[in-house]
């Protein structure tokens, strides 16, 4: 079963190779959706500063009455923080909100404020700034692994380039039709896991003909063909769920997909 399959990361950390995102899942709902998730079998929780779910997502693995140790929990710094101080605040604050004594993996969840996503300040001085306060979080023992998220070349090049520890994780938007083959052969390169938010892009997935015959072909859902594809890929799958019966089809990817079939999708724009 997927659910119970691991990758390492560099530092020997292992995570399980398919998470339960938590994207607008509001604090109430997601109580029920975490503890959902842990009941069907996920151990991988995804959450952020910025989804304003942290507490709930807390409560949800409290109420499983799992070993702390059997959960791998993620967040994310909000992506306007760009200083030592404030990334510093912001990590214990969500140590304090989720309720845990550590968390498993925390990332910088954009190199630009979302405001100015698309500008061309990569804010360089500021992401570093953001790096250090995870480094040293890291180093106390806080957090046991640091990555990021929506970082292209030159934003992990800049950590790099400074002699800063390597990213473990660089969490992105990837999915059938858009799949960021070069930014993904670069974090390999550098050894560092690329994770898949959206796998399903953003619901888009579902309405797409070329996908459901495949998915007809293989006997198996749209949504299975679209997780199955990036673990295929060697990423790390975020399928958002808070349907009990979602999340148990989302996870019974045990099949292969033909090289035939997973160069056509890589071929889809």
């Known amino acids: 079963m997927i659910l119970n399959e691991t990758y390492t990361l560099s530092n020997g950390v292992k995570i399980p190779k398919v998470g339960l995102g938590t994207w607008l899942v509001n604090n109430e709902d997601v109580k029920k959706a975490v503890n959902d998730g842990i009941n069907t079998g996920y151990r991988h929780i995804d959450t952020a500063q910025a989804y304003e779910n942290e507490t709930g997502v807390g409560e949800g693995i409290r109420k499983s009455h799992l070993k702390r140790e059997d959960v791998f929990v993620t967040s994310k710094l909000l992506a306007e923080i ?7 605040q912001a990590i214990d604050e969500s140590l304090r909100k989720i309720g845990l004594d550590y968390i498993d993996l925390m990332l910088i969840h954009s190199p630009k404020p ?19 306060a995870l480094e040293e979080a890291y180093e106390a023992g806080k957090i046991r692994a640091i990555g990021v998220s929506n970082f292209e070349k030159e934003d992990i090049d800049n950590l790099l380039d400074a002699g800063m520890t390597k990213p473990m994780v660089n969490q992105v938007l990837s999915h059938v039709r858009k799949t960021p083959e070069q930014l993904i052969n670069y974090c390999k390169e550098k050894d560092i896991l690329v994770e ?52 148990k089809n989302n996870s019974e990817v045990d099949f292969d997909l033909s090289q035939e079939d ?3 999708l890589r071929s889809l724009k």
């Open 114 to 132: 979302w405001k100015e996503f698309h500008g061309d300040n990569h804010y360089f001085d500021g992401n570093r700034e953001a790096w250090k």
């Open 196 to 247: 898949a938010y959206s796998p399903l892009g953003h619901g888009k997935l579902l309405r797409d003909e070329e996908v459901a015959k495949l998915a007809e072909k293989y006997n198996v859902s749209v949504p299975q063909i679209g997780i199955r594809y990036c673990l295929q890929l060697g990423l790390l799958p975020l399928p958002k769920a808070a349907n009990p019966a979602h999340m």
């Open 82 to 88: 760009k200083s030592h101080k404030e990334a510093k």
């Open 262 to 264: 997973m160069e056509h």
